[in-house]
């Protein structure tokens, strides 16, 4: 059965169909829709699903170690009082006050994503939908890619990464318009994170530790 891979784009969602090496793209205009896509047996997103309510979750910590170089990717996931706002300046006061640390501007950006996911996902907690980095994936792919993604350098070693396990470049070229390749990239190492996390071979950082809404906060790929 296929898997999903799902990166943020521009309000809306890349999605990376992935059945055997066949990798379709697709603009996927909400969760609603992401979660509705057919047949899948795996949806791995690059957006955090388990919050914290008072402090840096370990995963990010951890994941941020893991990736020497580019640790500056991976946003600390903004508290869950912060989902309540859509005020830059009132989610800092209700981040300092939960957690004696601010939310940036950059992960303040995400929130809106954060929150849509975070409603349509409900209770009980589901394993269909996990929490992913592309860069995590690259790097366990290929110890070649080290440039920063959307440099000329970066994107060849990340296609370079993924063409022993999906055909990435038919994918590309048959990509909905206007999908810029850094989102198309990161959702097709999603969806090989999300192939690998179905067979059981799949990796993941955090403590162990569910939040308030009972899921994990931990990073896969």
């Known amino acids: 059965m296929a898997v999903l891979g799902v990166d943020g784009w521009r309000g809306r969602w890349v999605g990376a169909l992935l059945d055997g ?14 979660l509705a896509v057919a047949d899948v047996e795996l949806i791995a997103i690059d957006m955090p699903i388990g919050l914290s309510d008072d402090g840096v979750r370990a995963c990010d910590v951890a994941a941020r170690r893991l990736l020497v ?19 830059y300046a009132e989610a800092r006061r209700i981040a300092l006050a939960a957690s004696d640390r601010s939310i940036s501007a950059q992960a303040f950006q995400l929130v809106t994503a954060i929150r849509a996911l975070d409603e349509a996902l409900g209770d009980p907690p589901t394993d269909r939908v ?19 993604k959307g440099s000329a350098r970066g994107t060849v070693q990340r296609l370079r990464a993924l ?14 318009a206007g999908v810029p390749a850094i989102d198309a990239l990161d959702a097709c190492a999603a969806a090989w994170s999300a192939a690998r996390l179905a067979r059981g071979e799949g990796e993941c950082v955090g403590d ?8 994990p906060m931990r990073i896969c790929w």
């Open 69 to 87: 170089g580019a640790g500056s990717s991976v946003f600390p996931a903004p508290v869950r009082s912060v989902l309540e706002t859509d005020d």
């Open 208 to 215: 162990g530790v569910t939040d308030s809404r009972g899921r």
């Open 130 to 148: 996990v929490e992913v980095h592309p860069e995590l994936a690259f790097r366990a792919l290929s110890a070649e890619v080290r440039d920063r």
């Open 21 to 34: 090496r066949r990798v379709t793209l697709l603009v996927l205009a909400d969760v609603a829709a992401v």
């Open 163 to 176: 063409r022993p396990v999906m055909d990435v470049e038919e994918a590309l070229l048959a990509a909905p």
